[in-house]
C-alpha cells in the first residue's frame, strides 16, 4: 500500500499569511505514461463531505480560489494558501489515486493564529 | 444540479447487515467510476470500494473484503453498499463520491453507520 504522509498535523496561521502543507507518498504517484502525478487535494470543514481542491498535483478545481496551489512530483508535494482567509479553516487531505488501495494522508488542521 | 444522497445508514448489531444507496441526480450516472469512502468519527478519510461504469469491475479495501458489496443501477441512477458481518470498527460516516479523470469531484452528504450492542 502507498503510504501518505502530512505534515504538519496542525497549523495556526494569521489571517493573510501564509500556510503550508506538506504530503509524503511512501511510493512514486507519477505515471510516467502520461507524466501526470495522481495526487489529489481536498478540503474538509465540520460537518461537511470534503472538497475537491487541486488535481493532478497542481491543477485547481473550477470555483477554487487563486490562493490555493498545489505543487510537487513523484513523492513530495505541497498545497499552499497564500493568504489565509476566515472561511479557510479546515482539515485538509492529501490522496493518491495512483494504485489501489486508494489512500489518504492523516490529515492536517489549519487553524487562525 | 449535480447531486449525490446517501441513505441506508443507522444503528446495527454487531455482525447485523446493512444496504446503503446512494442516489444520483444531475448527471448520467453510467458514464462515472463511483466510490465509496468512509470516515469514523474525528478520525481521518479511508477508501472503502470502487466500481466501473458498467458495474463489471469492482475493487474494495482489504478491510472490507468478503464482507461488503459494492453495486449499481444504471437505470436507476443509484449506487449501493451491502454491508455484512460488521463489525464495531466499520462505524463511520459513509460517504458516495463519484470518479472524474481520477479524482473525486462530487460527494454526497454522507450516511452514518454505528455498529454497537
Known amino acids: 500500500d502507498i503510504v501518505m504522509t502530512q505534515s504538519p498535523d496542525s497549523l495556526a496561521v494569521s489571517l493573510g499569511e501564509r500556510a503550508t502543507i506538506n504530503c509524503k507518498s511512501s511510493?512514486?504517484?507519477?505515471?510516467?505514461?502520461?507524466?501526470?502525478?495522481?495526487l489529489t487535494w481536498y478540503q474538509q470543514k465540520p460537518g461537511q463531505p470534503p472538497k475537491l481542491l487541486i488535481y493532478?498535483?497542481?491543477t485547481r478545481e473550477s470555483g477554487v480560489p487563486d490562493r490555493f496551489s498545489g505543487s510537487g512530483s513523484g513523492t513530495d508535494f505541497t498545497l499552499t494558501i497564500s493568504s489565509l482567509q476566515a472561511e479557510d479553516v479546515a482539515v485538509y487531505y492529501c490522496?493518491?489515486?495512483?494504485?489501489?488501495?486508494?489512500?489518504f494522508g492523516q490529515g492536517t488542521k489549519v487553524e487562525i493564529k | 444540479e449535480v447531486q449525490l444522497v446517501e441513505s441506508g445508514g443507522g444503528l446495527v448489531q454487531p455482525g447485523g447487515s446493512l444496504r446503503l444507496s446512494c442516489a444520483a441526480s444531475?448527471?448520467?450516472?453510467?458514464?462515472?467510476?463511483m466510490h465509496w469512502v468512509r470516515q469514523g468519527p474525528g478520525k481521518g478519510l479511508v477508501w472503502v470500494s470502487r466500481?466501473?461504469?458498467?458495474?463489471?469491475?469492482?475493487t474494495y479495501a482489504d478491510s472490507v473484503k468478503g464482507r461488503f458489496t459494492i453495486s449499481r443501477d444504471n437505470a436507476k441512477n443509484t449506487l449501493y453498499l451491502q454491508m455484512s458481518s460488521l463489525r464495531p470498527e466499520d462505524t463511520a460516516v459513509y460517504y458516495c463520491?463519484?470518479?472524474?479523470?481520477?479524482?473525486?469531484?462530487?460527494w454526497g452528504q454522507g450516511t452514518l453507520v454505528t455498529v454497537s450492542s
Open positions: 511510493q512514486t504517484v507519477l505515471y510516467s505514461s502520461n507524466n501526470k502525478n495522481y
Open positions: 490522496q493518491q489515486h495512483y494504485t489501489t488501495p486508494l489512500t
Open positions: 493532478w498535483a497542481s
Open positions: 466500481i466501473n461504469s458498467d458495474g463489471s469491475t469492482t
Open positions: 444531475g448527471f448520467t450516472l453510467s458514464s462515472y467510476w
Open positions: 463520491t463519484r470518479s472524474s479523470t481520477g479524482t473525486w469531484d462530487q
